[in-house]
């Protein structure tokens, strides 16, 4: 689990703010302006990345609206989980489970599947 997103999210996810209207949505062209803005300012290595984020949260937003945008949770997500671990136990079959943030010790494949309102289970 992590509460927010790498840097890189952050800035596409303002830009695409600053390129959404409540009342047209997201402009036709805007797939070809994201490859332009993101070959200027974001790294080049990162641009599929960056790509793929964007056009999955611009149907986000389509389904959703623009709270999809949303660089930070309108709720404490630990939290929740905390809450709800008994269920999840169950469900899962498990003895014990642990709630844990993003950090070092967690191996690159899991923590790349790790977002912002979407927790993970690892299995260890």
């Not at 790498?6 to 949505?25: A, C, H, I, N, T």
């Not at 660089?71 to 498990?94: G, H, M, R």
Request: negative net charge; charged residues 30%.
């Amino acid at each position: 689990m992590t509460d927010s997103f790498p840097d890189w999210k952050v800035r596409v996810l303002e830009w695409m703010k600053y390129q959404y209207s409540e009342s047209d949505g997201f402009p036709s062209i805007f797939m070809k302006d994201l490859k332009q803005w993101s070959s200027s300012s974001e790294d080049k290595k990162n641009m599929k990345n960056v790509m793929q984020f964007a056009s999955f949260t611009k149907k986000e937003v389509e389904d959703v609206g623009s709270i999809a945008m949303d660089t930070q949770l309108p709720f404490d997500q630990s939290t929740v989980l905390e809450n709800i671990i008994d269920y999840i136990k169950k469900q899962t079959n498990l003895d014990e489970i642990d709630v844990i943030k993003q950090h070092d010790d967690i191996p690159p494949k899991v923590s790349e599947n790790v977002a912002l309102g979407k927790p993970y289970l690892w299995l260890r």
